[in-house]
T-cell receptor, first 113, second 117 residues
Framework: AQSVTQLGSHVSVSEGALVLLRCNYSSSVPPYLFWYVQYPNQGLQLLLKYTTGATLVKGINGFEAEFKKSETSFHLTKPSAHMSDAAEYFCAVSANTGNQFYFGTGTSLTVIP | NAGVMQNPRHLVRRRGQEARLRCSPMKGHSHVYWYRQLPEEGLKFMVYLQKENIIDESGMPKERFSAEFPKEGPSILRIQQVVRGDSAAYFC???????????????FGPGTRLTVT
């Protein structure tokens, strides 16, 4: 079975500061890991994904995440926050068979000017 | 290439009515997933379908909810006799089959926001 825990339902950072959103997962099989962003009243947009290979993955809008198997983590980072980064962020895990995703409860990111 | 389409975007129903939510997957995608997002919560899996087949419905409530993905046309999520607790955003996602792409990538539609009054 798979599950995801996102620590911190609300995170506030100053514009230009480091963004760090935490995600820990549980999986009985090698996981596929994803970060999605959701803007108000919109659907989910894929930021980045880890399937196999390089553990540091780069995504859109300057985001990146590192898969750490020993820590069962997949934290999302961005060196410098921009006002447009304010949104809800969801971490998700799936088994490598293409079936359902398990989502965390989300982290709402606020960027302070 | 159009993305995943969902309609309507907003749906208001009175208690006891039926709600029908439609999802057209991305072109070439044969797998459809439905998720429900309650306020202040993440997305919860409901059902996974391929054309004319329900593959996994472990997340579907036992009563009043049904889903289909016919050979022709969109996937339909149907909620009968809606109650206020059904108010939520319902998202559809699609993915390609293993023979045509990467089945582990799911692409999400904009969602249907159901309000039950």
């Amino acid at each position: 079975a798979q599950s995801v825990t996102q620590l911190g339902s609300h995170v506030s950072v100053s514009e230009g500061a480091l963004v760090l959103l935490r995600c820990n997962y549980s999986s009985s099989v090698p996981p596929y890991l994803f970060w999605y962003v959701q803007y108000p009243n919109q659907g989910l947009q894929l930021l980045l994904k880890y399937t196999t290979g390089a553990t540091l993955v780069k995504g859109i809008n300057g985001f990146e995440a590192e898969f750490k198997k020993s820590e069962t983590s997949f934290h999302l980072t961005k060196p410098s926050a921009h006002m447009s980064d304010a949104a809800e962020y969801f971490c998700a895990v799936s088994a490598n068979t293409g079936n359902q995703f398990y989502f965390g409860t989300g982290t709402s990111l606020t960027v302070i000017p | 290439n159009a993305g995943v389409m969902q309609n309507p975007r907003h749906l208001v129903r009175r208690r006891g009515q039926e709600a029908r939510l439609r999802c057209s997957p991305m072109k070439g995608h044969s797998h459809v997933y439905w998720y429900r997002q309650l306020p202040e919560e993440g997305l919860k899996f409901m059902v996974y379908l391929q054309k004319e087949n329900i593959i996994d419905e472990s997340g579907m409530p036992k009563e009043r909810f049904s889903a289909e993905f016919p050979k022709e046309g969109p996937s339909i999520l149907r909620i009968q006799q809606v109650v206020r607790g059904d108010s939520a955003a319902y998202f559809c996602a699609s993915s390609p089959s293993a023979s045509t792409g990467r089945p582990y990538e799911q692409y999400f539609g904009p969602g249907t926001r159901l309000t039950v009054t």
